[in-house]
């Protein structure tokens, strides 16, 4: 249920501050994933979400209440090593490629609609949900190269333009979120567990 409708916060959590005085503040073991960590928003991510009014998306660095980035951040570390790879001269031009799940009610999508790859006939059931997913993220900064279908049932293929540094994450983690929240608005459920062996288990 939480992963279909999401979770509430309430504004009042966004306005804690943290102390690093404070007892109840644990930034002991932030190693093993289980202490207290601080938000630091990247404004340069600052974008307002096209499919959500007066909703805006920032991407944030985790670091501990003490100020101490913390280590264990994918995106921290994909920084180090693009910084590793300026400083002997080179630089990562790179994109990402997706595979997930587009399901939909039963009334919409029966059992029996099963996309194959190269094929186009059933590929257009829902052209206005492709095409806003595809206009939103050009506008989100995560530029659609290609979509195809493929194996499973509802199963697709994703591909993403090529971007500089750590543009390249960003875009794919606001792809593999925004089309979650996209396909809820059209009684769809996107899913990023693709395994062909289960059909329709999504």
Not at 27 to 43: M, W
Not at 89 to 104: K, N, P
Not at 157 to 178: K, M, Q, V, Y
Not at 195 to 202: E, S
């Given at each position: 249920e939480k992963a279909v409708y999401g979770v509430p916060m309430p504004r009042s959590y966004l306005e804690l501050t943290l102390s690093p005085k404070s007892n109840e503040v644990d930034h002991a073991n932030t190693a093993n994933f289980s202490s207290d960590v601080l938000?630091?928003?990247?404004?340069?991510?600052?974008?307002?979400?096209?499919?959500?009014?007066?909703?805006?998306?920032?991407?944030?660095d985790p670091c501990t209440v003490t100020g101490?980035?913390?280590?264990?951040?994918?995106?921290?570390i994909a920084k180090q090593l693009l910084g590793q790879l300026q400083s002997l001269g080179f630089s990562l031009h790179s994109s990402f490629t997706y595979e997930?799940?587009?399901?939909?009610?039963?009334?919409?999508?029966?059992?029996?609609?099963?996309?194959?790859?190269?094929?186009t006939l059933l590929?257009?059931?829902?052209?206005?949900?492709?095409?806003?997913?595809?206009?939103?993220?050009?506008?989100?900064?995560?530029?659609?190269?290609?979509?195809?279908?493929?194996?499973?049932?509802?199963?697709?293929?994703?591909?993403?333009?090529?971007?500089?540094?750590?543009g390249a994450a960003d875009?794919?983690?606001?792809?593999?979120?925004?089309?979650?929240?996209?396909?809820?608005?059209?009684?769809y459920i996107a899913s990023f567990f693709t395994d062909d062996g289960l059909y329709n288990a999504g």
């Amino acid at each position: 249920e939480k992963a279909v409708y999401g979770v509430p916060m309430p504004r009042s959590y966004l306005e804690l501050t943290l102390s690093p005085k404070s007892n109840e503040v644990d930034h002991a073991n932030t190693a093993n994933f289980s202490s207290d960590v601080l938000l630091i928003p990247d404004l340069s991510t600052f974008r307002v979400l096209p499919w959500a009014e007066q909703t805006a998306r920032v991407i944030c660095d985790p670091c501990t209440v003490t100020g101490s980035p913390l280590r264990t951040s994918p995106r921290l570390i994909a920084k180090q090593l693009l910084g590793q790879l300026q400083s002997l001269g080179f630089s990562l031009h790179s994109s990402f490629t997706y595979e997930c799940c587009v399901l939909g009610a039963p009334d919409r999508i029966g059992p029996k609609t099963l996309l194959f790859p190269a094929t186009t006939l059933l590929s257009s059931h829902d052209l206005p949900f492709f095409q806003q997913m595809r206009c939103c993220m050009y506008c989100m900064g995560a530029d659609i190269d290609s979509i195809a279908s493929a194996s499973g049932p509802g199963q697709m293929e994703i591909n993403l333009r090529p971007d500089f540094g750590i543009g390249a994450a960003d875009s794919a983690f606001t792809f593999r979120t925004g089309i979650k929240e996209m396909a809820r608005k059209h009684s769809y459920i996107a899913s990023f567990f693709t395994d062909d062996g289960l059909y329709n288990a999504g």
